[in-house]
């Protein structure tokens, strides 16, 4: 649990949509191994500049729905949902196989986000089966009072607003956005945190993107990682 404040029971309460690879948990590069799968599947051939540069897109989008980007990468859909399928396959390969873990003091943040009163959601840009399978490999499930992907907004994932808006319509938490309080480590998070209008945009820096890009697309705070965002939480309220 985080040091920084005490829990304050009184505080406003509020709505928190925290992103999961990166933000508050670490998979070790495995979005880049599994789509390394993928692409082989699709004869995509490792070391080819075809596989750099679309390897590197891969990089850049780090946060967006998976599903969007291959659509990108492949140019159809027929291959744009081989290449999901394939990815997601490999990817809960991967997770089966241990490779996946909680950053240090996101389970205790989240704990402590609900203790505080808070609503908490967990939103990935994978497809259910695969936000299932990191939710069960870590003992997650009853974690959050929420957890969230594309498919369950609407199909569009980051940097759309829709997984932000959704977890607001479907919990009721707050009486508004301005009450909505996004994570991640992406500016795809902070875009869609920005674009739902939610009131704080925290950026945490245990993932894909550097403090400037995330403050470039929007970060109200930039901080270490997950577990200090319990005691900024309090600040504000306090």
Request: charged fraction near 25%; proline fraction near 4%; glycine fraction near 12%.
């Amino acid at each position: 649990m985080s040091n920084d404040t005490p829990t304050n029971t009184t505080a406003p309460r509020r709505l928190v949509v925290l992103d999961m690879a990166g933000t508050t948990v670490a998979d070790g590069g495995l979005v880049e191994r599994a789509f390394e799968r993928a692409a082989a599947r699709l004869g995509v051939e490792p070391g080819t500049p075809e596989h750099a540069a679309k390897l590197q897109y891969v990089r850049d989008t780090m946060g967006e729905s998976k599903i969007s980007v291959f659509r990108r990468l492949f140019g159809t859909e027929e291959l744009a949902r081989r290449a999901n399928s394939a990815f997601e396959e490999a990817y809960a390969e991967l997770v089966d196989g241990g490779l996946v873990e909680p950053l240090p003091g996101a389970r205790e943040a989240i704990g402590e986000l609900r203790a505080q009163g808070h609503t908490v959601v967990l939103t990935t840009g994978f497809a259910r089966v695969t936000q299932d399978a990191i939710l069960d490999a870590l003992g997650w499930r009853d974690l959050a009072d929420l957890t969230l992907c594309p498919a369950d907004a609407g199909g569009r994932g980051r940097p759309y607003p829709d997984m932000v808006l959704t977890a607001f319509l479907r919990t009721g938490a707050v009486a508004g956005v301005h009450e909505v309080v996004v994570a991640g480590d992406t500016a795809y998070d902070m875009l869609s945190g920005v674009r739902a209008g939610a009131g704080t945009v925290a950026g945490v820096l245990t993932g894909a993107h550097g403090r400037a890009e995330l403050e470039r697309n929007g970060a109200t705070h930039v901080l270490a990682s997950v577990a200090r965002l319990p005691g900024l939480l309090a600040r504000e309220s306090s």
